[in-house]
């Protein structure tokens, strides 16, 4: 395998991660004991055979001398699987609040910079967690965000986990043959010959930022949909706050036909309306409860990917702003608004273009990005200025079949992705099967108590609930007449004072 250099955006996960906020994404998996029970051994013989197939698992970044220009990845040498692979054993009977904790632990170790940016903790000795019988065993697992984005960490599962209990004899892909690490010489040269080609990649993307720009213009003008709200223009909050080492987590599962029964409440309502709009409402309960709530609406950035209209890379994501209505107190009305505001913010990120967005980054001097990047987090800087939003929620579907990993098949799956500086909370939704889980990821000292949060969005869903119960006689045409055109001119509004950043 080649050197390649990394992205703008890879790059930029780098630069940005620091003992306070390790940039890896994961999971923590659940599954059902094997044929025959669980054996370790068998499942370290398996993936020993799997990861040559994948060039992630055995890369390592390689910086440029003096960092003179973004890393590359490289073959590691050295590579060795136990450094990679942990077992751990919890007190039986251990439950999911002794797991979440083992989580927590976990999710706040950075990775090793100086091996391959991931790592799997598998954990037995599980008693107490509803829905597993005896036998079953979690694994914990984290990548760095620089290697991959969510949908590249499901693009992985297909080389490391089968379809069948039967692991097949041989996974998808081509064997990857480690090449030798490269002296400081070459990397200087690698480095330089992207210097002399930089002038004409600004170029292009100069142009893409144009038209991008005449495509935004001309949505605007238009005005079929209203302007979402701009970068740090969000309020201040109490989730927005300089993070420490610690992380929370916890997570809920749900029905994904029950998540689709209330998209009836509104015509063209997506699963993702319904999700957000939940988690709106929880975040109104929680920070309530703490007299935190603002009376400005918090917004949430939400991922969009966009892996098939790129180059290959790690990282394919582009980002909608979206106001959740927290300062609604009707379940449905805040669902009203969330729908429209998707359609509006996605419409205009369609008109920026995706590549405008995403490659951006890759023209930052590294180490000039990389002091920036602690020197805001050492001076705590994330204070003096509004939020450019006040959390990420981002939703990765999974397969709908079922997983098996050495015979083991897989139950549920509930993602983590990593918080920054002033952003002290992320909400990750995951797909699997027929469920849909909603994993919750913070600092410590923002989120110290994550599973009331989860309990909050729980309860906001009981109350969507309840409201389509009691609209369920009312025709969806006179629900639409009677709200429609009401709403709409309610959510501009409320729209309109968030992106213009007044209380």
């Not at 419409?347 to 951006?360: E, I, K, R, V």
């Amino acid at each position: 395998m080649s050197l390649e250099q990394l992205t703008g955006l890879d790059s930029a996960f780098l630069f940005l991660d620091g003992r306070h906020a390790p940039m890896h994404i994961g999971s923590v998996q659940i599954y059902a004991p094997p044929k025959g029970g669980f054996d370790f051994d068998r499942l370290r013989d398996l993936l020993s055979r799997r990861v040559d197939l994948s060039p992630l698992l055995k890369r390592r970044v390689v910086q440029v001398p003096l960092r003179l220009g973004r890393p590359f990845w490289a073959d590691d040498p050295h590579f060795d699987l136990d450094r990679h692979l942990a077992r751990a054993a919890l007190p039986a009977p251990a439950g999911w609040a002794e797991l979440r904790r083992l989580a927590e632990e976990v999710f706040s170790q950075p990775l090793d910079p100086d091996r391959p940016l991931w790592d799997m903790t598998v954990v037995e000795g599980l008693a107490g967690v509803p829905g597993l019988p005896d036998g079953g065993f979690a694994v914990i697992f984290k990548v760095h965000h620089a290697a991959a984005d969510g949908m590249g960490a499901v693009d992985l599962y297909k080389i490391l986990w089968d379809e069948t209990p039967e692991p097949r004899s041989r996974a998808p892909g081509t064997l990857v043959r480690p090449a030798p690490m490269p002296g400081s010489v070459e990397l200087l040269g690698m480095a330089a010959r992207g210097v002399v080609t930089q002038p004409l990649a600004t170029l292009r993307w100069a142009g893409e930022l144009v038209r991008g720009g005449v495509g935004y213009g001309r949505e605007w003008i238009a005005g079929r949909h209203h302007r979402p709200p701009a970068p740090f223009s969000a309020p201040r909050s109490a989730i927005n706050q300089p993070i420490g080492g610690r992380r929370s987590f916890d997570a809920l599962t749900l029905s994904l036909t029950r998540i689709g029964a209330l998209r009836s409440l509104n015509p063209g309502t997506t699963v993702n309306d319904v999700v957000l709009t939940a988690c709106g409402g929880g975040l109104a309960r929680y920070l309530a409860r703490r007299n935190d709530l603002t009376e400005a609406s918090l917004v949430a950035m939400v991922p969009i990917s966009v892996r098939g209209d790129l180059e290959a890379g790690a990282n394919h994501v582009s980002a909608m702003l979206i106001p959740l209505e927290t300062g609604e107190r009707e379940p449905v009305d805040r669902l009203h608004a969330i729908h429209t505001h998707a359609q509006d913010s996605k419409a205009y990120a369609n008109a920026l273009g995706a590549s405008t967005l995403a490659d951006s980054q890759q023209f930052l001097p590294f180490s000039l990005a990389t002091a920036a990047a602690r020197l805001y987090s050492g001076f705590h800087l994330s204070k003096l200025h509004r939020p450019p939003f006040n959390l990420v929620i981002t939703n990765v579907p999974g397969p709908r079949h079922p997983l098996y990993l050495a015979g083991a098949r897989m139950l549920n799956v509930y993602g983590t992705a990593p918080v920054f500086d002033g952003l002290g909370l992320i909400l990750v939704i995951t797909s699997y099967l027929d469920h849909l889980t909603v994993s919750a990821t913070a600092d410590h000292d923002t989120v110290a108590d994550p599973e009331q949060l989860v309990e909050d969005i729980a309860a906001e869903f009981d109350a969507l609930e309840r409201a389509a119960a009691e609209e369920a006689g009312v025709p969806t045409s006179r629900r639409a007449s009677s709200r429609g055109k009401k709403k709409r001119a309610k959510v501009r509004s409320r729209s309109r004072k968030v992106a213009t950043g007044k209380p």
